[in-house]
Every structure is written in C-alpha cells, then in structure tokens.
C-alpha cells in the first residue's frame, strides 16, 4: 500500500453471474436507520436467496439485544458464500455510476490504507469522509464482530470495523 497514496488495487469477490443482482443488490446500512420495517420488507423480498443484505448490519439495529445473534449469522453466510464459491475474485478497482435524480455520480472502489482514514471535523488525513458522519458503527465491533467481518465491506463507512481491512468487496449494483 503507497504511503503517499493511501490505497492500493483491491482484490474483489464479486458475485457469480447465476446470482440473482435484483436480490444481491440492496441499500447501503446507514439507509433507513429510523425504519426496521424497511429491512424487515427487504428482507422477506430476498427470503433465502444470495444477496448482500445477508452480510451488512443495518444501522437500525445498532444497539438492539440481537446484534450479537445478527452479527454471527453474518459471519456464517460469509463463510458459507465462501465455501459454496458463490463469489469469485478479481484483482483491480471496479468503476461505479449512480444516478440521483438527474445526476450520475461516478467513482471507483479501492483498497483504503485505514491507517491514513480519519473521520474528524476538519481532518486533512489521506482519506477521509465527504460528507457529516456520526460515530455508530463501532459499537458493531464491541457487539462481537470478529475479523470475518472485514472481509466484506460492502459500504465504504463499514471501513471504521476493522483498520486494515484486506478482501473481498461484493459488487455494488448501478442505483
């Protein structure tokens, strides 16, 4: 990893072409903090299939008595992904586009050197976010989130689980 640069080219899984993108695909976790039903909906839609709901942890349940339950289920379907060679990995950054409203929003997904992140007002480190950011996610480590974790970041703030996260990112889908 450059020092000067602060990342480098990811190794990435993505997820196999059979796999259903319409269920894999689903909002980043600090969408619908305030709305449990919304995840409950999503997640009777997805049912059992493949998809990258079965591996984040939706910020409105943060602090709940399950978290610790929920964050093993998490770490049970990475490894069974995993094991089923439901992903396959790719070396390299992936191009992203998103549409919001009339806007595309372009960007690419690296490998952060987290040792160079700093979310604080002001910072001038390496990397840091672009937008407000409230301290939340991690409470999800001190709820028992092991290094299993790391291995799928599916949204950039999930970086703060563990700092020197090195695998796999599922694909994100255009919005």
């Known amino acids: 990893m450059g020092v000067h640069t602060g990342f480098q080219l990811p190794r990435i899984c993505l997820p196999r072409p059979e796999i259903d ?5 689903v909002v980043a976790c600090d969408q619908y903090t305030s709305e ?15 998809s990258s709901l079965h591996l984040i942890f939706p910020e409105s349940y943060l602090g709940s008595e399950d978290a610790p339950a929920r964050i093993h289920r998490i770490q049970e379907t990475m490894r069974s992904y995993l094991a089923k060679e439901l992903l396959y990995e790719r070396e390299g950054a992936i191009y992203v586009e998103r549409t919001i409203g009339h806007r595309v929003r372009r960007g690419l997904m690296l490998e952060l050197d987290l040792e160079h992140y700093d979310f604080g007002s002001g910072s001038t480190s390496l990397i840091r976010p672009t937008a407000s950011f409230t301290l939340k996610l991690p409470m999800v480590k001190t709820a028992g989130c092991g290094q299993e974790i790391s291995r799928f970041s599916v949204r950039h703030r999930r970086q703060l689980l563990h700092r020197r996260s090195r695998g796999c990112v599922p694909a994100a889908k255009k919005a």
């Open 36 to 50: 449990p039903e919304y995840w409950r909906k999503v997640a009777h839609e997805v049912g059992d299939a493949p």
């Open 21 to 25: 993108l319409k269920k894999w695909a």
